[in-house]
């Protein structure tokens, strides 16, 4: 199979949480484990299989080795495909916007407002298969 992908995937397995709306507006939420991040999109291992186009918000905390503290990456995305590979299922999402945040750090007291996040908006080009 050739692979036409912008940008490469990162391995992560960091815990990652979902949350989605059902068709009757229900609030919905998981956790789950984040396969691999790419600049574009997620493929997240869940047990969960939602339709395509369903909007996700997922969040995750990215520990601290790039920067001084933890930063908590918020995404809208949506999924693009459910896939199964051996043992390991998951969904296939789009990154839409993200948000990423960095974390106070624990115990410290610090009641200053929270750092502005870096934001961006609009849709990534998405190569599909």
Not at 41 to 45: A, K, P, Q, T
Not at 59 to 66: S, T
């Given at each position: 199979m050739n692979e036409r992908r912008i940008s490469p995937r990162i391995p992560m397995g960091l815990p990652v949480e979902?949350?989605?709306k059902t068709r009757a507006g229900t609030l919905k939420q998981a956790t789950g484990k984040i396969g691999n991040?790419?600049?574009s999109?997620?493929?997240?291992?869940v047990p969960?299989?939602?339709n395509r186009a369903t909007s996700l918000m997922v969040?995750?905390?990215?520990?601290?080795?790039?920067s001084q503290d933890p930063l908590e990456l918020s995404c809208r995305g949506r999924?693009?495909?459910?896939?199964q590979d051996g043992q390991v299922e998951?969904?296939?999402?789009?990154?839409?916007?993200?948000e990423l945040h960095p974390m106070s750090r624990a115990g410290s007291g610090d009641k200053r407002p929270r750092k502005q996040p870096i934001r961006t908006p609009g849709r990534p080009e998405v190569s599909h298969k």
């Open positions: 979902l949350r989605w991040i790419s600049g999109g997620l493929f997240i291992e969960i299989r939602l969040k995750v905390v990215l520990p601290r080795g790039v999924v693009v495909r459910w896939m998951g969904l296939c999402v789009v990154i839409d916007e993200y």
